[in-house]
C-alpha cells in the first residue's frame, strides 16, 4: 500500500531555513507526480507545490514562491521541501502527497 513519511519538521527562527523530507513506498515512485501542502493552525490545508515524476515540472504556490524548492530523488524514493526565508506565517504541519493518499505530516514552527 502506498506509504508517505515525512520527516524534518522542528522549531526554527524567523528568517531561517529547514528541509523536510518524504520517503515514499508502496507505488511507483518515479513515474508519480509528488506534491506538498501544509496545514496552519485553524486555517485550512493549503498546496504548497508539486514536482513531476521526471523533476522537470515544478510548481509552487504563491505565498511560497521564490522561498521554497521542492526537489526529488527517484533513486530513494524520496521528495524534498527546502525552505528559506521563514516566517512566522509558514508555521504549520506540512504534508506530502502521491495520487489520492497523504503522510501524517510533519510540524514546522517559525518563532522567535
Known amino acids: 500500500q502506498v506509504q508517505l513519511v515525512e520527516s524534518g519538521g522542528g522549531r526554527v527562527q524567523p528568517g531561517g531555513s529547514l528541509t523536510l523530507s518524504c520517503a515514499a513506498s508502496?507505488?511507483?515512485?518515479?513515474?508519480?507526480?509528488m506534491k506538498w501542502s501544509r496545514q496552519a493552525p485553524g486555517k485550512e490545508r493549503e498546496w504548497v507545490g508539486s514536482i513531476s515524476a521526471a523533476g522537470d515540472t515544478i510548481l509552487y504556490g504563491d505565498s511560497v514562491k521564490g522561498r521554497f524548492t521542492i526537489s526529488r530523488a527517484n533513486v530513494n524514493n524520496t521528495v524534498y521541501l527546502q525552505m528559506n526565508s521563514l516566517k512566522p506565517e509558514d508555521t504549520a504541519v506540512y504534508y506530502c502527497?502521491?495520487?489520492?493518499?497523504w503522510g501524517k505530516g510533519t510540524l514546522v514552527t517559525v518563532s522567535s
Open positions: 502527497g502521491a495520487m489520492n493518499v
Open positions: 508502496g507505488f511507483s515512485f518515479k513515474y508519480t507526480l
